[in-house]
């Protein structure tokens, strides 16, 4: 096969210039031309680059012809280990081409654990190896596996297994140089009977295909080859200088010329600005899933990925919103799995064309011409760390063949590292797409930090507004790890403040809050444990109400959908809007197969709202699609609290288009027009603190725990888990979804021509028990079954108010109230079902409005 220009029909092979000009040959077996194009660089090594078009790197290819060249090659190597071997065989890749190829190697094998060499080192982790690549533009390779003996031993975990096999992957076996390195230095190490290299191309020369037997004797181990296809490149000459030359002369012409931007040369013409923050998706990846094999990949993270792939696909299908028609989802240099994953599950979801390629390293000419294989390249700051320090070293990065490419759309997909300000620049990679495509997305996958890392919280992720003060803010906590709600029920806005001692006495809290000593948001009350009794209550008191409490929630979610369009993102107040929140999405999800976005925010009587939180919400969100979601009202002061702390956090912080209108299921108090019902009843969740809520506790500012960069936090009670019936009341409600739908139709139909308009008929009631009960203090009178329960689990209550004639839905509130020694008093003309009155003047052993009488039993 000649390297000469061949044309037929309009198909152009992609390494005729090259050929052509500096005479190379490149012969091979089968579909040789159409699995490599050729290229030049600026290398002292090697002028020429062989450019494959199934690697996922330098051209754009549908994901599921990469991930199945991939796989094929991990089935071919299952086949020559055989069921045993395979099982026990690790698989190794190479930074920063192969990383996606030797995961899908690792996949085809079937149960292989995977990890490849890095050239990001990260503190904490001990190397396990290191080597150099000889022809590579970035030499240097880390080997850092979160468990050492993964390269000691077998997927088992029987370290010097004999059978344990060592697979190593690379995109191309030129001169067998870099894998023979490698073997080498780990056999020292680790020495075993058996090595596979595997490659989609085996290139070397006819001088060194001898060599590969020559080494496996003379380490004592058998060493096989798997390649897809077998060739070679012939080299005339003084190739390397001519090549050289060649690559000068076309840059000098380039500039010469002055491209505009994204063709070969530099940029002549400023590049637009985005109109605002690129669309970020909230993927939603699994927790505790590594984003790649950098530190170690295992079987068990692969069950946790793959039918996690299906939802996060869709949630990129629906930010892309109207169907595009070519769509590129773009990886990241060493991430290529990810990409690659979310390219495949997509390309299944959507019937638009669907392309996969990753930035690089590697600097390569660009020649605008169908006989070359790299025709555009986009050129833009490394931004994997900050920027006066990257973490592979500094320089540019760049992108090949997406300008040009006609995509509708690229999906950017970053780890968390790598989402810095740098890439926001306005020379950073998201400007440098904007002009090549009508829409940017970027969807951030969590960089996985190994457990001998420095626990640092959670991976940072970079904010566009307030740049100057809030540049990084954390992504959202989820679980298991943070509450004990499914990952993706809740993504919570929260710094994790478990291991702080921040529980009081409550009567020791109430006396310090009403002297003004101390904020109720600044401790937390000691966690209410349940009697057998209590317990039994709320079980019967769930049976009882949760059909109503299933009709309220699709009430105010279809509300929500009817006028806040069809896909909000729901931001619940935590806590007691979380369990909520979690119920309108599982409501919009089973009813109208949407998957809505759910964040839970802090909300401080007093401090306003967490306003780092607003600040991501906008980053990553349109703030016109929030809408704000709680239990209940009461007299209507959380409600006037987001009100105001919305106005002064877009006065102060310049972002607007928060509506701080709130959503709850229950308004008694007549505070909102978007609710569930205006009843007063029992909410079950209402009955508990943390174990209905996901086991957090309520949210806490403090100055010493909380800085101007932080979230509000709160606790994870891990402990109390084996009392945890968070996810009982969530499953008890959604199973009567379906026997409430034509009820919840008929309501929202009504409601939405109603005159919903807030009465305030709560704050009025408050106001004249206030003075009727000579307490004189609003905060201290709080109306409703909800806000009464939480008076007697978390407050000094001075006495209970309840409507004559109310039943069940007042049984947990006397029991509370026996068990504390507070009096129920029954009332006529209560606009709520019952009032729970804190104790004014508090001091501890004081029973009177004035603070003085002492109770004597």
């Known amino acids: 096969m000649t390297g000469q220009r061949k044309e037929t029909a309009d198909v152009v092979w992609s390494g005729s210039w090259v050929a052509e000009r500096l005479g190379v040959e490149l012969v091979g077996d ?78 085809g094998l079937g149960a292989a654990p995977y990890l490849h060499s890095t050239r990001r080192p990260v503190e904490g982790v001990a190397r396990a190896g290191g080597f150099e690549e000889s022809h590579s533009h970035a030499t240097s390779h880390l080997l850092l596996p979160e468990d050492p003996g993964l390269l000691a031993g077998d997927a088992s975990g029987e370290e010097g297994a004999p059978d344990a096999t060592l697979v190593l992957v690379d995109d191309e076996f030129s001169t067998g140089n870099t894998v023979l390195n490698t073997i080498r230095a780990l056999h020292e190490r680790y020495p075993r009977k058996r090595y596979v290299i595997v490659a989609l191309v085996d290139m070397r020369s006819p001088a060194d295909r001898g060599r590969l037997a020559e080494f496996a004797e003379e380490i004592g181990a058998r060493v096989d080859l798997v390649a897809r296809n077998t060739g ?10 001519k090549g050289q030359a060649l690559v ?11 491209h ?13 600005n985005l109109p605002g923050p690129c669309t970020r998706i909230d993927l939603q990846w699994p927790a505790g899933v590594p984003d790649g094999g950098r530190h170690g990949f295992t079987p068990a993270h692969r069950a946790l990925l793959e039918p996690a792939l299906p939802a996060m696909a869709d949630r990129i299908a629906q930010a892309l919103g109207e169907q595009p028609r070519r769509v590129l989802v773009l990886g990241f240099e060493e991430l290529m799995y990810a990409p690659l994953r979310l390219g495949t599950a997509l390309e299944e979801r959507i019937g638009a064309e669907v392309r996969y390629s990753t930035t690089t390293r590697s600097p390569v000419l660009a020649v605008d011409d169908p006989g070359y294989a790299i025709r555009t390249r986009l050129v833009f700051p490394a931004h994997d760390a900050p920027a006066d320090a990257p973490a592979d070293g500094p320089g540019d990065r760049y992108a090949y063949n997406v300008a040009g490419g006609g995509f509708d ?39 996985y930090v190994p457990s001998g890392a420095p626990a640092a919280g959670p991976s940072p992720s970079y904010t566009p507004h307030r740049q100057e003060d809030h540049s990084m803010l954390p992504e959202p906590l989820r679980g298991p ?14 710094q994790d403040l478990s291991d702080a001692e921040l529980e009081a006495p409550t009567e020791e809290r109430e006396e ?18 349940p009697s057998e009794q209590y317990q039994d209550l709320f079980k019967a008191a769930l049976d009882l109400s949760a059909a109503r409490i299933a009709r309220a929630v699709g009430t105010v979610t279809e509300t929500v959908l009817a006028e806040r369009g069809p896909r909000p993102v729901l931001v619940s107040l935590a806590r007691a809007g979380t369990p909520v929140g979690v119920l309108m999405r599982r409501w919009a999800r089973l009813r109208h197969g949407v998957d809505l976005p759910h964040y839970a925010v802090s909300i401080v009587r007093g401090r ?13 969100h349109n703030p016109a699609d929030v809408v704000f979601v709680d239990g209940w009202t009461g007299k209507g002061a959380i409600t006037r609290e987001l009100a105001a702390a919305i106005d002064e956090f877009e006065e102060s912080d310049g972002t607007g288009g928060f509506d701080p209108e709130i959503a709850v299921l229950a308004d008694p108090g007549g505070c909102v027009r978007t609710y569930g019902t205006r009843e007063d009843f029992l909410i079950p969740s209402a009955c508990l603190n943390s174990t209905v809520s996901g086991l957090i506790s309520r949210t806490v500012l403090r100055s010493d725990l909380v800085g101007p960069h932080d979230f509000h936090g709160a606790k994870f009670y891990r402990e109390l888990a084996g009392s945890d019936v968070s996810g009982h009341f969530l499953d008890t409600v959604t199973d009567r979804f379906a026997e409430v739908a034509d009820a919840v139709d008929a309501e929202v139909k009504e409601l939405l021509t109603a005159d919903r308009a807030p009465t305030w008929e709560g704050w009025a009631a408050v106001e004249r028990i206030s003075e009727e009960y000579g307490i004189h203090d609003v905060n201290l009178v709080k109306p409703g079954v909800g806000e009464t329960t939480r008076v007697l689990l978390r407050r000094v209550p001075w006495k209970i108010l309840a409507k004559r004639g109310a039943g069940a839905d007042l049984e947990h509130i006397r029991l509370l109230a026996q068990q504390r020694g507070v009096p129920v008093e029954e009332v006529d003309e209560l606009p709520y079902t019952c009032v729970g009155l804190i104790h004014p003047k508090y001091t501890r052993g004081a029973t009177g409005a004035d603070g003085k009488a002492v109770e004597s039993k």
Do not use: C, M
Not at 260 to 272: F, K, N
Not at 608 to 620: C, F, K, V
């Open 608 to 620: 306003g709202i967490d306003a780092n939180a607003l600040r991501w919400l906008a980053a990553h």
């Open 481 to 494: 790890a943070f509450s004990s709600y499914a990952p993706d029920e809740v993504g919570w806005l929260l």
């Open 409 to 447: 759309a690229v999906v950017l997909v970053v780890d968390s590292t790598a989402d810095t300000p740098a890439l926001h620049d306005h020379r950073g990679l998201l400007q440098q797409l904007a002009p090549h495509t009508a829409h940017v997305l970027l969807a951030v996958v969590p960089s």
């Open 260 to 272: 505009p931007a994204g063709r070969p040369g530099e940029a002549a013409q400023p590049l637009r």
């Open 512 to 529: 310090a809050i009403q002297s003004g000593g101390a904020h109720y948001a600044e401790s937390l009350p000691v966690e209410y444990q």
């Open 248 to 258: 000068a002369e076309q840059e000098a012409e380039q500039r010469a010329a002055q």
């Open 30 to 107: 089968g579909d040789l031309r159409e699995l490599l194009g050729l290229a030049l660089r600026r290398n002292p090594k090697r002028a020429h680059l062989l450019v494959s078009n199934v690697l996922g790197k330098h051209v754009p290819q549908r994901p599921s012809v990469v991930y199945g060249a991939g796989v094929e090659l991990g089935r071919r190597v299952r086949d020559l280990l055989g069921e045993d071997g395979a099982r026990h065989a690790v698989v190794l890749g190479y930074a920063e081409t192969a990383t996606g190829l030797g995961h899908a190697v690792a996949d």
């Open 232 to 241: 070679t490149v012939n080299l005339p000459d003084g190739v390397l200088e």
